[in-house]
């Protein structure tokens, strides 16, 4: 139980276009997802926390008009990169909790590359 | 806000022996959670074992186990028979009890490489 995809696990995108990245908690209501950013070697950053049905709640230095999260329902978050630039490749991995419990179950991630 | 420290950004242990990972974590709170997740190259964030800060009994998972230093905010992972499969990067985290889904805290990492 408590499984966490992501679509795609990588993407290939050009300088100035659009990437939305999918983000699915498959078995059971993910009352609140979390978007983090991973560097190479260096470790996980907490992006935003979005609750189903309400605006998500952005870090400080987080660029909300770049990076559009949506969580439009229990089972279901995208994170949009827009207007992606190289310095926008990264890992993002996506977590979904239940809100009742301790734990965040995390997705595989989504290897993002902008030429 | 709370911050969590590894001071060691690598590891290494011969298969079948013991290694202790250091984190050291700074909070106001007074309950909490604390986490040891492993990622191996796989990049799936795994969940090693967790702490509540209220409870002062040690946690243990298998060959692994934490020593919980509440008063000097140290919270170090020790495993033990150390195996190959054992090799990632060990992340300890720091999750507020306040709020029903608070954010959790990462610290910087420990690269664990195990040899034979």
């Known amino acids: 139980g408590a499984v966490v995809s992501q679509h795609p696990s990588w993407v290939i995108c050009k300088s100035g276009t659009s990437v939305k990245i999918e983000c699915r908690s498959l078995d059971f209501q993910a009352t609140t997802m979390f978007w983090y950013r991973q560097f190479p070697k260096q470790s996980l950053m907490l992006m935003a926390t979005?609750?189903?049905?309400?605006?998500?709640?952005?870090e400080q230095g987080v660029e909300k008009d770049k990076f559009l999260i949506n969580h439009a329902s229990l089972t279901l978050s995208t994170l949009t990169v827009t207007s992606a630039h190289p310095e926008d490749s990264s890992f993002y991995i996506c977590?979904?909790?239940?809100?009742?419990?301790?734990?965040?179950?995390f997705g595989p991630g989504t290897r993002l590359t902008v030429t | 806000a709370q911050t969590v420290t590894q001071s060691q950004p690598e590891m290494s242990v011969q298969e079948a022996e013991t290694v202790t990972l250091s984190c050291t974590y700074d909070t106001s709170e007074s309950d909490y959670y604390l986490f040891w997740y492993k990622q191996p190259p796989s990049r799936q964030m795994i969940l090693v074992i967790r702490?509540?800060?209220?409870?002062?009994q040690n946690a243990t998972e298998n060959r692994f186990s934490v020593n919980f230093q509440k008063a000097a905010k140290s919270f170090s992972l020790k495993i033990s028979d150390s195996q190959l499969g054992d090799a990632a990067m060990y992340f300890c985290a720091y999750r507020s009890k306040t709020g029903t889904a608070s954010k959790l805290t990462f610290g910087t990492g420990t690269r664990l490489q195990v040899t034979l």
């Open positions: 979005s609750n189903e049905g309400s605006k998500a709640t952005y």
């Open positions: 702490q509540e800060a209220y409870k002062q």
């Open positions: 977590s979904a909790s239940t809100g009742s419990r301790y734990e965040q179950y």
